[in-house]
């Protein structure tokens, strides 16, 4: 999940995928 973050957009990360 942590990885997401590297590349992920704030609202991506709001979604929190898993």
């Known amino acids: 999940c ?3 973050d590297e590349y992920a957009s704030p ?4 979604e929190e995928v898993v």
């Open 2 to 4: 942590s990885q997401v």
């Open 11 to 14: 609202a991506y990360k709001n």
